[in-house]
Every structure is written in structure tokens, then in C-alpha cells.
């Protein structure tokens, strides 16, 4: 028996092995440059210290390290069997968020406390949503997929978690779960006629979103259109934040130089508008590295859905990496004053336990989905 069960656990190992060997190591080293150019960051409008901020993102960087390679090696099968309960965690976290949520600025409820540890459920939901989603299309033959009767479903998921989660309220995020819900069901194969009828829908929807939006989120769109009608109020933000990247030049003030980020005048250089002090210190040039950077990164996760021999791995590659793609438009948009200020944090590089752990997690499943590429299930 001892001998038996040594020799099948050394087989588990080896296959273990194998696994870990196969990990795309250009799409993790991209990864780890993105989140390592943050730490920097964080030192730097810390001005030059590593705490409160740099030191705590590179221990929750080590630790969601073994997390995504916990995801990355699990039987692809598993996830699939899994995942219409890993939506319902979520939309279950979501909902008890809105119960017994702790209560943040501007009356935002968006924070969970469960034996000590706080985190944003939103996070945890919309890789439920892209699990679900994943697993619905892999079971739809290809010709029903555009028949409209199959959107009612995904339709209906995305629909629950954007409204739990403005509900909250949290618009930034609900916008990321429509809009890459959205990219999703066209990946799938949904007519790009059916998003045109969406969006005129949408369009005609507004005067109604617009009546049950909250007092400061309607006093966000407004500053959007006209900062300097309110530039010591609500546009200061964003005033700031475009002084600090114009300041920047082609070049950049230099390392620990950037004035805005360093006499505090960028609000939350931190967390939402850490790009700011990236193109304030480092200029159009580090700007424009970092957005490559991302670019990088989603375009290698798009391929490694392509390989993916499996409608689950496809989607859900597709899936996660639009997530990220519309984190990253919606921030650098929001900062540069080309999109309504809507709080949402720049994956890898902006502080916060909650959004790096589950991005991390997130890329831990596209590896995933890279390391079975060959494995066809139903």
C-alpha cells in the first residue's frame, strides 16, 4: 500500500511538473514587470519609502502567486463543473454586501468583513460571471448561438451582477461587467446587429439611468463634460490629474520629481489615478510603455484563448482578458479627463488588496486555460 500510493503520488507530481514547465513564461514575466513597475510607483508617491504602501502590494503580490498557480494546475474540467457555483458565490457575496456591507465614502457599500478579511466582493463576482458565461457557450451548439433565445441567459447573469453591484453603488465596475459581458457574447459568435439594437436601446434607456443615478455620480458626468465649472469641487480630480500629465512632457520630471504627485495636489495617486504620477515622472514615454505593457499582455491572452481547443477555455480566456482590457480603457480614459471619473483601479499597478489578488487570480485561469489548450471535453 505505502509502496502504491508513493508511486501515484509521484506520478500526481511529475504531471504537476509538467504543468508548471508549460506555463507561458513571456506572459508571466509581463505580468510581473506590470506589478513590479507598481511597487516602484507606489515607493515613489510614498515619497521614496516603501511603506504604507509598496511594501503591503509586494506582500499580497507573494501571496496570490501560489493562489494563480493553484488555478493555473487544476483539471480545466474542474472549473468548468464548478462554475455555475462560483457565479452564485458571488452574486450571493454580492448580495449579502448590500445586508451587511461596510459603509465607505459617499455612502458606498461596497466592502465585505468575513473572519477578519475585508475585500470587494465585486471582484470575486465578475470572474464567477466570466466562469458562467464560459460554461453556458460551451454547451450551445454553434448555429443556436446567435438565435436570441440563447442570450436570455447570459443576458440575464450579466444584467443580475451590473445591478447588485450598482446597487452598491459602483458604477465603474458595472460598466466593466456590461461592457465586457458584452465583448464576451460577440466573441461567442452573436451578431454584431443584435449589439446595434442593444445600443440603441441603451441610448434610449438614458434619461432613465440618468434619473436613478445618485446625487455625486450625476455631479461626476457633469465635471466631465466641464471641469472648470467646479475646478476647487468636484473637478479638482480631474484638473489635477491633467495638469500632472501635461507636466510630464515627452520625458518626464524624473523618478521621485513628479511636484503634483509629490505635494499631494493628484487625489488618490495610489490607487485610481496612479497613471497620472506614471505619465508626470515619466512623460509620454512611460506612459505609452506601460499602455504597450497592458497591450502586451491582453493580446497574448486573447492568443492563448484562440489555442484553446475547448468553447469553455476560449470564452473564458476572452472573457477575463476583456475584463482587464476595459479596467485599463476606463482608467487611463478617467485620469485623462476622456471618461467620467468612476473610481475603477488600474490592474497591477494601483494599491489594493482586493483588485491585485483577484487580477492575479484571474491570469491564474488564462494559464489555465493555456495549459489544457489540447483538452477537449463536453
Known amino acids: 500500500m505505502p509502496r502504491s500510493y508513493s508511486s ?8 504537476i511538473l509538467r504543468k508548471v514547465q508549460g506555463l507561458p513564461w513571456g506572459f508571466l514575466g509581463m505580468m510581473t514587470a506590470i506589478a513590479c513597475f507598481g511597487f516602484l510607483m507606489l515607493y515613489s508617491v510614498a515619497q521614496g519609502n516603501f511603506d504604507p504602501w509598496a511594501s503591503r502590494q509586494m506582500v499580497r503580490f507573494a501571496i496570490a502567486i501560489p493562489l494563480m498557480l493553484v488555478v493555473a494546475v487544476m ?11 462560483a457565479f452564485l458565490a458571488g452574486a450571493g457575496l454580492l448580495v449579502l454586501t448590500l445586508i451587511m456591507g461596510k459603509i ?7 466592502w465585505l468583513s468575513i473572519g477578519g478579511l475585508q475585500f470587494q466582493p465585486a471582484e470575486v463576482a465578475k470572474i464567477g460571471l466570466a466562469l458562467a458565461i464560459a460554461r453556458y457557450y460551451h454547451r450551445i451548439h454553434p448555429e443556436n448561438v446567435g438565435r436570441l433565445r440563447t442570450l436570455i441567459v447570459p443576458g440575464l447573469l450579466i444584467a443580475v ?10 458604477l465603474g465596475m458595472a460598466l466593466i461587467i456590461i461592457s465586457s459581458g458584452g465583448i464576451t457574447l460577440f466573441l461567442s459568435g452573436v451578431s454584431w446587429k443584435k449589439f446595434a439594437v442593444a445600443g440603441v436601446l441603451a441610448v434610449a434607456a438614458l434619461p432613465l439611468v440618468w434619473s436613478h443615478m445618485h446625487g455625486y455620480q450625476k455631479q461626476r458626468v457633469l465635471t466631465f463634460l466641464n471641469p472648470s465649472s467646479d475646478p476647487l469641487g468636484a473637478g479638482y480630480n480631474i484638473i489635477q490629474s491633467e495638469i500632472a500629465i501635461g507636466s510630464g512632457g515627452f520625458w518626464g520630471k524624473g523618478f521621485l520629481k513628479g511636484t503634483q504627485s509629490q505635494l499631494s495636489f493628484i487625489p488618490e495617486k495610489h490607487t485610481d489615478f496612479i497613471f497620472s504620477t506614471v505619465a508626470e515622472e515619466w512623460g509620454f514615454v512611460g506612459g505609452l510603455a506601460v499602455i504597450i505593457m497592458y497591450g502586451a499582455l491582453v493580446i497574448s491572452g486573447l492568443f492563448i484563448a484562440m489555442r484553446s481547443h475547448s468553447m469553455f477555455g476560449r470564452l473564458l480566456a476572452a472573457g477575463l482578458m476583456a475584463q482587464m482590457f476595459m479596467h485599463v480603457f476606463i482608467n487611463i480614459g478617467m485620469v485623462m479627463g476622456m471618461l467620467p471619473v468612476v473610481g475603477v483601479p488600474l490592474p497591477l ?6 483588485s491585485l489578488i483577484s487580477t492575479v487570480v484571474g491570469l491564474g485561469f488564462i494559464l489555465n486555460v493555456h495549459i489544457h489548450r489540447d483538452m477537449k471535453f463536453s
Open 8 to 15: 501515484s503520488a509521484r506520478k500526481d507530481d511529475l504531471v
Open 75 to 85: 483539471d480545466i474540467r474542474l472549473w468548468y463543473q464548478y462554475a455555475w457555483l
Open 104 to 110: 465607505g465614502g459617499l455612502g458606498a457599500q461596497r
Open 161 to 170: 451582477t451590473a445591478a447588485l453591484v450598482l446597487k452598491q453603488p459602483n
Open 349 to 354: 499597478l494601483s494599491y489594493g488588496g482586493t
